[in-house]
T-cell receptor, first 113, second 112 residues
Framework: EAQVTQNPRYLITVTGKKLTVTCSQN?????MSWYRQDPGLGLRQIYY???????DKGDVPEGYKVSRKEKRNFPLILESPSPNQTSLYFC????????????FGPGTRLTVT | SQKIEQNSEALNIQEGKTATLTCNYT??????LQWYRQDPGRGPVFLLL?????KEKRKERLKVTFDTTLKQSLFHITASQPADSATYLC???????????FGTGTKLQVIP
């Protein structure tokens, strides 16, 4: 089954404790993105990747890091989480330039206390 | 400044009627615009894409129009059903093809 998976689905952590949210897709998609969704602000793109080792900033990259060492995986790293990073996070992937349809993962609800 | 605006208030319509949702944007020149559906607690699901050189796109009961002069897209659901109740998001590419900006969405409620 074609899908995007994220882990963990729920995470409660404390300020400053480094964490990684994993994202994996099994569709051989070149493009992957991370978004955060907050009430009243909608979905905002954090980072995106056009291929292995190629990443670029979205609209809200501050406080986040990403890496793309393999085509299928695109982890999101919070080196020193802060309470304002409490949010619902989505990973998405899409195929080549002929179609920009994004497939979204189930989401990761992160709470930073 | 750049902005994408969707009806901020919920839209309630009777079953069987046509729902029309709007997406207006300012200071973008998108190559394409997309519409997604999102159910509570779930990731968005792609519905339709329309390119800058297309005026209209249809898929079953869905129709999207794109007016780059007005900087507006309209999303129509004909013969609406309660199962169409969800939040609908518009999105456009805001830089390269993969830099994407979403609107805040419109919550649609179809009343039986």
């Amino acid at each position: 089954e074609a899908q995007v998976t994220q882990n963990p689905r729920y995470l409660i952590t404390v300020t400053g404790k480094k964490l990684t949210v994993t994202c994996s897709q099994n569709m051989n998609h070149e493009y992957m993105s991370w978004y955060r969704q907050d009430p009243g602000l909608g979905l905002r793109q954090i980072y995106y990747s056009m291929n292995v080792e190629v990443t670029d900033k979205g609209d809200v990259p501050e406080g986040y890091k990403v890496s793309r060492k393999e085509k299928r995986n695109f982890p999101l790293i919070l080196e020193s989480p802060s309470p304002n990073q409490t949010s619902l996070y989505f990973c998405a992937s899409s195929d080549d330039v002929s179609s920009y349809e994004q497939y979204f993962g189930p989401g990761t609800r992160l709470t930073v206390t | 400044s750049q902005k994408i605006e969707q009806n901020s208030e919920a839209l309630n319509i009777q079953e069987g009627k046509t729902a029309t949702l709007t997406c207006n944007y300012t200071n973008y020149s998108p190559a394409y615009l997309q519409w997604y559906r999102q159910d509570p607690g779930r990731g968005p699901v792609f519905l339709l894409l329309i390119r800058e050189n297309e005026k209209e796109k249809r898929k079953e009961r869905l129709k999207v129009t794109f007016d780059t002069t007005l900087k507006q897209s309209l999303f129509h659901i004909t013969a609406s059903q309660p199962a169409d109740s969800a939040t609908y998001l518009c999105a456009l590419n805001s830089g390269g093809y993969q830099k994407v900006t979403f609107g805040t969405g419109t919550k649609l409620q179809v009343i039986p």
